[in-house]
T-cell receptor, first 111, second 114 residues
């Protein structure tokens, strides 16, 4: 099944810096979603970007989607210690009843 | 706010036991999902349900079954638990299909099978 792949797998940054992570996928999608998971907890939805959108913002988050390259990026600006988490991209195919999740990207923000 | 609850945060069972994991959502969502999460493998879909008494296999249904007798409740059953089913289990729900909608997750159940 379709699966996003995040890159880099792990990222360590200083508080206040920006964090960028990428997600690549293999086949055409209807939408791509980003989720955050704090240690040992459930996932929390961050943002959904549809295949006909190129960029979307939510607070300190900025997501881009390049369907020609089959890739997406998530930018967290002015990172905080509370942003320490794993970030997952998930892709949804047209008419498909499921999301395919990537393996996740661990981000550590050092105070 | 949407709330998805799972019956246990931590569970320890013995090999061969029958295990029930319960998930309840309070927002009248049509769709409910069970995933397992393992290090290095991400989330993998076990089963999902798009209506009461309706279910569909995900990517790794072997060794599992599900039950959805009421709209708000989706149960995952391990008929005979094995050590390779030690994992984090996550339940999720959504209004519409993943192709159009987001999923709301419960806090997870960390199951250890000894």
């Amino acid at each position: 099944s379709q699966q996003g792949e995040e890159d880099p797998q792990a990222l360590s940054i200083q508080e206040g810096e920006n964090a960028t992570m990428n997600c690549s996928y293999k086949t055409s999608i209807n939408n791509l979603q980003w989720y955050r998971q704090n240690s040992g907890r459930g996932l929390v939805h961050l943002i959904l970007i549809r295949s006909n959108e190129r960029e979307k913002h939510s607070g300190r988050l900025r997501v881009t989607l390049d369907t020609s390259k089959k890739s997406s990026s998530l930018l967290i600006t002015a990172s905080r210690a509370a942003d320490t988490a794993s970030y997952f991209c998930a892709t949804a195919l047209y008419g498909n009843n499921r999301l395919a999740f990537g393996k996740g990207n661990q981000v550590v923000v050092i105070p | 706010d949407v709330k998805v609850t799972q019956s246990s945060r931590y569970l320890v069972k013995r090999t061969g036991e029958k295990v029930f994991l319960e998930c309840v959502q309070d927002m009248d969502h049509e769709n409910m999902f069970w995933y397992r999460q393992d290090p290095g493998l991400g989330l993998r879909l076990i089963y999902f349900s798009y209506d009461v008494k309706m279910k569909e296999k995900g990517d790794i249904p072997e060794g599992y079954s599900v039950s959805r007798e009421k709209k708000e409740r989706f149960s995952l059953i391990l008929e005979s638990a094995s050590t390779n089913q030690t994992s984090m289990y996550l339940c999720a729900s959504s209004w519409g299909q993943p192709s159009t909608d987001t999923q709301y997750f419960g806090p997870g159940t960390r199951l250890t099978v000894l």
